[in-house]
């Protein structure tokens, strides 16, 4: 792999990392510090491609941006619903009044996590947690807040939108770009292709250095998302080996089919690691130190619980693993013997 820049853009300002593709970068407040969002030129305009958390410091950010602009923007791409990515898309919709395009499912979700639960039970995230084996007091801890941080960083989400489908072509001013999905980080997350630059908007998809978070959360406890995104990931491989990547993380590399190969044997890594371990019964919370090696904050296990589900789902649905519930209502896993 090869990184096309020695550093991280600053915020508030701009840099063309290909003809008629601006690269910007907005802080994040937690250990992933930094988001890289994209502006493609559109005719005499700029569409956007991720916005950022929906905050009053990333607002700020993004008037600065809008004066250094030579056009209007004339569009918002959102690749996928997490809030670092959507937060401030439809106040940028909505502002200049322009279309908002994302795919069907994670527009909707978007639209049902920004609704908040409306009164219902959170029992279920508790039975989440209680077969993960976490502590009484741990899980009062990650499910004392409900749902309610989404709405708090994500602007309104626009009541209509224009739809983002696998393969369709988006065409932006004289560039035809490919909207290519991939699942498992989320359920139908957009990439763009240009194919006449050889350049891929890859979001969370496909990052270097680290790895996107496939989880199975407490809204779909037995999702199938590392399955979703080990079949979506060798699509990529098509595309030709010089593409430039543009991530939501870290730096813009060259380097397609290598990444791929090494995201796959990532998560092999751990399938075998889980399999090894679970030759006598685990727990999901006893099996958490074989695949993350630091110590986890409260946030962080949240999304370490949830991509250990997903690994254990996967062992499952493929017959390496069984799983039953104990006496205490908590999942165990086993080793099936060959």
Not at 49 to 69: M, N, R, Y
């Amino acid at each position: 792999m090869e990184y096309l820049f020695d550093e991280q853009v600053k915020p508030g300002k701009l840099v063309e990392v290909v003809d008629g593709v601006l690269w910007l970068t907005m802080p994040l407040p937690f250990e992933l510090d930094h988001i890289n969002l994209y502006l493609i030129r559109s005719g005499g305009g700029w569409v956007v491609v991720d916005t950022g958390l929906g905050t009053s410091g990333t607002k700020a950010l993004w008037e600065e941006i809008f004066e250094q602009l030579d056009g209007p923007i004339c569009g918002v791409i959102v690749t996928h619903l997490h809030p670092d990515h959507i937060g401030l898309a439809g106040w940028i919709a909505d502002r200049f009044h322009v279309p908002f395009y994302m795919s069907q499912t994670e527009y909707f979700t978007a639209r049902a996590f920004g609704a908040g639960r409306n009164g219902a039970s959170i029992d279920r995230d508790i039975q989440y947690y209680q077969r993960a084996g976490l502590e009484a007091e741990l899980i009062d801890q990650l499910t004392a807040g409900g749902n309610k941080g989404y709405s708090s960083v994500v602007s309104p989400i626009p009541i209509s939108y224009t739809r983002l489908k696998h393969k369709m072509t988006l065409s932006l001013g004289q560039d035809e770009w490919e909207v290519i999905v991939g699942r498992g980080h989320s359920p139908e997350h957009v990439c763009l292709y240009n194919g006449k630059k050889r350049v891929l908007i890859s979001g969370d998809h496909i990052l270097p250095i680290i790895t996107p978070n496939i989880g199975a959360y407490s809204t779909e406890p037995d999702a199938s998302t590392l399955n979703d995104y080990l079949t979506t990931l060798p699509q990529f491989k098509s595309l030709p080996s010089d593409t430039r990547v543009l991530p939501a993380h870290k730096l813009p590399f060259v380097g397609l089919h290598q990444r791929v190969d090494e995201l796959i044997e990532h998560h092999n890594n751990h399938l075998s690691a889980l399999v090894d371990a679970c030759q006598t019964p685990q727990t999901l919370v006893a099996l958490l130190p074989v695949m993350f090696k630091r110590k986890l904050s409260s946030r962080n296990m949240v999304f370490a619980v949830a991509e250990c589900m997903s690994h254990l789902n996967y062992l499952v649905e493929q017959g390496q693993l069984t799983r039953y519930e104990n006496n205490g209502g908590v999942y165990e896993f086993s080793a099936l013997t060959k």
